[in-house]
C-alpha cells in the first residue's frame, strides 16, 4: 500500500493526465509527470515534469527513482518503456494490458478469445488480403489502421468491396483491419476499476453520441435496457479477470439492431465518456486509478445526479469560442477546461458537465446551449 506523501508518475501529461495529478494531489501525494510537450496541461499542475521522449531511458530511469509507482495516460505508450519501468517499481495497468489496446487486430481478437462478439472485420498485411476481405465481409464497411488511431484518424469509409483496393493504397500503413458496419443502434461505455486485490466496481453506463468520429455527449444514467447493462458489465469484468487488470478500464459496446451486444474497443485508463464522474459520482474515474495504483481499497461509484458531459472542440474557438457568460453562470452546468494553448478543430479543449433531476432536462440545457451557439448543426 502507497500512502499519501509519496511520490506518483505518470507517463503522458494531456487532459487526462492532468486529472489524475489534480486527484493524485488533493489525496497529499506528489506527482511527476513525462511528456514531450513543454505546454502539457499536465505541467502546470504536476509537481515535476520531464520534457521529455516517451522512451528515453535517462528520464524513465529519474521517474523510477523518484516514484513509488507509474500510470499511464494513454495506450499508446511504447512497450519497451513498459517494460523498463516495470522491472524497477509497480506498474499498473500493465504492459500486456496497453500492448492490446494498442493493436485493433491483437484486441478484437482477444476478446473473441475470450467469448466476446465483436463486428466482422478482417486483418489486411497484403494484397491477397484485401481480395479475400472483399469476399468474405459485407459492405459498407470501415477500414482502420491497426495502431495509433482514435477519434476518427487512422480510418477510411469504404462504400463497396470495388473501392477497398484503392482506399486500402490511400491508407499507406503496412496493416490495417476491415470492419463491417453494423445496423447500430446505440453506443454506450462501461467504466469500471479493478484493485490488485481483484475487486471491482463500476460507475453506471454512459450512453454516448459521436460527431464526426468524435465523442460529443455522454447520457448517465444510459437509456439501455438492464438486461443489457448486465451483459456489458460481465463482459468488462470478464476483460479485467483476463487481464489480471488493476486500474480503471473503458469498453465500449455497441447494440446492434435486434439486441445483439459486440465490444467495440477498450481502453486501459480513465476516459472521456467518465468525466461526468468528477462531478456526478461520491468518487471520480480519477480517484479510482490513485486508488487502484497505490493499493487502496476502491471508492463508492454511486450516481448522485443524472448529468449530461458534452466535449468543447477546438471548433468552437474558430467561431469565436463559446459563450462563457452563459456557461459560467448557468447553476446546472460545471465548466473544465484544460488549458491547451492551442485550439484545433476536432481538439479536446474542455468539457462540461450539466447536472439535473433527470438526463433528459440536462441533455435540453446542452441542446439549447448550442443552439444559441449555432454550432453542431450539420
Not at 256 to 280: C, K
Amino acid at each position: 500500500m502507497i500512502l499519501p506523501g509519496a511520490t506518483l508518475g505518470i507517463l503522458g501529461g494531456g487532459q487526462l493526465g492532468q486529472m489524475f495529478t489534480l486527484a493524485a494531489r488533493r489525496m497529499g501525494y506528489a506527482v511527476w509527470v513525462l511528456d514531450p510537450d513543454p505546454d502539457c496541461p499536465a505541467a502546470a499542475v504536476a509537481d515535476h515534469h520531464l520534457c521529455a521522449a516517451y522512451d528515453d531511458f535517462s528520464a524513465l530511469a529519474l521517474l523510477a527513482d523518484h516514484c513509488a509507482a507509474v500510470t499511464a495516460e494513454f495506450e499508446n505508450v511504447p512497450a519497451s518503456a513498459m517494460i523498463y519501468l516495470e522491472a524497477r517499481i509497480p506498474v499498473h495497468p500493465g504492459s500486456t494490458a496497453l500492448a492490446i489496446a494498442q493493436d485493433r487486430a491483437r484486441e478484437k481478437t482477444f476478446f473473441q478469445d475470450i467469448g466476446l462478439a465483436v463486428a466482422p472485420f478482417a486483418l489486411l498485411r497484403q494484397e491477397d488480403d484485401v481480395a479475400l476481405a472483399a469476399r468474405k465481409l459485407s459492405f459498407p464497411a470501415i477500414l482502420k489502421t491497426t495502431r495509433f488511431g482514435y477519434d476518427g484518424k487512422g480510418q477510411q469509409n469504404v462504400g463497396t468491396a470495388s473501392e477497398l483496393p484503392a482506399a486500402w493504397a490511400s491508407l499507406n500503413t503496412p496493416e490495417a483491419i476491415l470492419e463491417s458496419r453494423i445496423n447500430l443502434v446505440q453506443e454506450f461505455s462501461v467504466v469500471m476499476a479493478r484493485s490488485v486485490e481483484g475487486m471491482m466496481v463500476f460507475y453506471p453506463l454512459a450512453e454516448n453520441r459521436h460527431h464526426h468520429a468524435v465523442l460529443d455527449l455522454s447520457i448517465v444514467p444510459a437509456r439501455v435496457p438492464e438486461a443489457l447493462q448486465n451483459q456489458a458489465r460481465q463482459g468488462a469484468a470478464r476483460i479485467a479477470e483476463a487481464l489480471n487488470y488493476v486500474g480503471v478500464l473503458a469498453v465500449e459496446f455497441f447494440v446492434e439492431e435486434g439486441g445483439r451486444l459486440l465490444v467495440n474497443e477498450m481502453a486501459p485508463r480513465p476516459h472521456n465518456s467518465g468525466h461526468y464522474t468528477i462531478d456526478a459520482c461520491v468518487s471520480s474515474q480519477f480517484d479510482q486509478q490513485v486508488r487502484a495504483l497505490c493499493g487502496l481499497s476502491l471508492a463508492d461509484t454511486r450516481l448522485l445526479s443524472p448529468v449530461v458531459m458534452m466535449n468543447l472542440l477546438g471548433d468552437l474557438w474558430e467561431e469565436g469560442g463559446p459563450d462563457w457568460q452563459k456557461l459560467l453562470q448557468h447553476p446546472q452546468i460545471k465548466v473544465h477546461l484544460y488549458g491547451k494553448k492551442e485550439a484545433r478543430p476536432g481538439r479536446k479543449m474542455g468539457h462540461v458537465n450539466a447536472l439535473s433531476s433527470d438526463a433528459e432536462q440536462a441533455l435540453a440545457v446542452l441542446e439549447t446551449l448550442r443552439q444559441d451557439w449555432n454550432w453542431r448543426q450539420d
